[in-house]
């Protein structure tokens, strides 16, 4: 997999400079085990700036952390006021008109392709019937396009960076959330948690890995035994692959499957006996859910209020102009955004170059470098307003609105410098092949054999597929 960034061909193209190109060229030079070029925090990295003293850095790194792929990781050592000064004063402006312009572009949208494939698409204009249903599926492929984009504006929104007014903020996020299925405050709340505690795996709400156990038990194996597994088939990834994108999203809400389960350590002591999984009495619906405090029910049961309004007009609107219509017109695009706001979400926190850390080894600036940028071309910048290019930014700074993110993302790369992530090679196909490749290489996480100290508060990747480093052999327990 090339990590080589993208020339500047157009405005859609990462900003990048001749430093950071000749880097990334480099480092195509080594071939990794999937016969492509090796992935690793420096190729991906501004680190041949100089931003960081390599002999200094060398001599403080932690011995024998290794990503997935066998390159040298180095905690970092960078801190938070370190990148929010690096950043100039005009990307933290925020507008709510410009805002509220591109709510209203995506509204529009929506709408005229609507109204267009109603008026148009119909046996009198085109009388073959597979056109019709070719047709008809482009449109559920263009609604969930711009759908997804809806979807982020709202998320901007729950950031408070759409605008300066929080009312404004909170009002057209509940709207725009809410008519697409999704519990605006109590996402807000839990996805806030996500932030202020990124790659933690005892405190992370959004995505904590499989450890070795957890993986092995869902096997049906012992810890020790997965270095001895076959390679998983293809069609068992493509499996996990179609479940995922389908039901990855609602699961989430309604069993928070991918957060952590330490709810007994709830404040308030809410989580007693409570776990993820269905029935477990922890998700997004519930005021009484441990991802939440008290202070919270209100807001939990607004978002509740706001899913029975949508549920309710689409009910009306099902029984008045026939079921198979709203499937096609409503259901098919919420299928469609479910998938890119999982294969968004999925690849900006898992490729086999990320750490993930145990209590002991983390920290806020180390959470919010776990992350990674991609590249997903017209549709990455101009649909989904960029969410999947500038992600590593957010996770520092996520109250800088998305028109502003390129500039803020290049002014804090010399100062992570090594450690700053992203895979643009191949644009939107190679966007699309990472779901594959990090599917393949990122079935658990366990500490790097031989670290000590910190360092074996580390975690990396590891797999069964012969991609990367093998997993460590360990012996049955007694």
């Known amino acids: 997999m090339s990590t080589m960034a993208v020339p500047r061909k157009s405005l859609l193209a990462r900003t990048v400079t001749a430093d950071s190109a000749a880097a990334s060229s480099a480092s195509s030079l ?53 990148i929010r000064d690096a950043i100039p004063a005009r990307c933290f402006q925020r507008s709510g008109v410009r805002g509220l312009a591109y709510v209203a572009r995506d509204v529009l949208t929506l709408a005229a392709t609507f109204v267009l494939f109603n008026r148009l698409v119909t046996p009198e204009h085109v009388p073959s019937t597979p056109a019709r249903a070719g047709l008809w599926a482009l449109y559920t492929v263009i609604q969930g396009l711009v759908g997804t984009g809806l979807w982020v504006l709202a998320h901007e929104c729950g950031h408070q960076s759409f605008s300066t007014s929080k009312t404004l903020n909170d009002t057209v996020g509940w709207l725009c959330h809410s008519a697409l299925l999704v ?35 869902g096997v049906g194996r012992l ?83 706001g899913l029975a309004i949508t549920g309710a007009t689409l009910f ?22 479910n998938h890119w706001l999982v294969a968004i979400t999925f690849l900006q926190h898992t490729d086999p170059s990320l750490p993930h850390y145990e209590a002991g080894s983390w920290s806020y600036t180390r959470g919010a470098a776990a992350t990674i940028d991609r590249e997903f071309g017209f549709i990455g910048r101009h649909l989904f307003h960029g969410i999947i290019e500038t992600h590593v930014l957010h996770h520092f700074v996520s109250t800088i609105p998305f028109y502003h993110a390129d500039e803020a993302t290049e ?68």
Not at 61 to 79: H, V
Not at 414 to 433: E, I, K, N, Q, T
Not at 445 to 473: M, Q
């Open 30 to 82: 080594a071939s990794s085990p999937l016969g492509t070029p090796v992935q690793s925090s420096s190729s991906t990295s501004l680190s041949s700036m100089g931003s960081l003293d390599e002999a200094s850095v060398a001599k403080s790194a932690p011995p024998m952390l290794r990503d997935t792929y066998g390159n040298e990781f180095q905690i970092p050592d960078f801190t938070i006021k370190q």
């Open 183 to 217: 519990p605006y405050f109590s996402w807000k709340i839990s996805h806030g948690k996500h932030h202020k505690a990124t790659g933690h795996l005892e405190r992370d709400m959004v995505f904590v890995p499989k450890t070795r156990e957890t993986f092995a038990d």
């Open 223 to 305: 810890g020790h035994e997965l270095s001895e597994l076959m390679e998983e088939t293809p069609i068992a990834t493509a499996f996990m692959l179609v479940k995922q994108q389908l039901g990855g999203w609602p699961v989430y809400l309604l069993s928070n499957v991918t957060g952590h389960d330490f709810h007994e350590r709830q404040a308030e002591g809410r989580g007693k006996g409570k776990s993820n999984g269905f029935g477990g009495g922890v998700n997004h619906f519930d005021p009484t859910s441990p991802l939440y405090e008290a202070k919270d029910a209100k807001l939990i049961m607004l978002s509740d209020l």
């Open 316 to 337: 009306l609107i099902g029984r008045n102009y026939g079921w198979a219509n709203l499937f096609v017109w409503y259901f098919v695009p919420y299928l469609w955004v």
């Open 411 to 478: 002014a804090i790369k010399p100062v992570m410098g090594r450690h700053y992530r992203s895979d643009v090679a191949g644009g939107p196909l190679g966007f699309l092949r990472s779901l594959w490749r990090s599917a393949r290489a990122c079935q658990w996480i366990e500490p790097v054999e031989g670290a000590t100290g910190e360092a074996e508060g580390v975690l990396f990747f590891r797999n069964r597929n012969g991609v990367g480093l093998p997993p460590r052999k360990m012996q049955a327990a007694k």
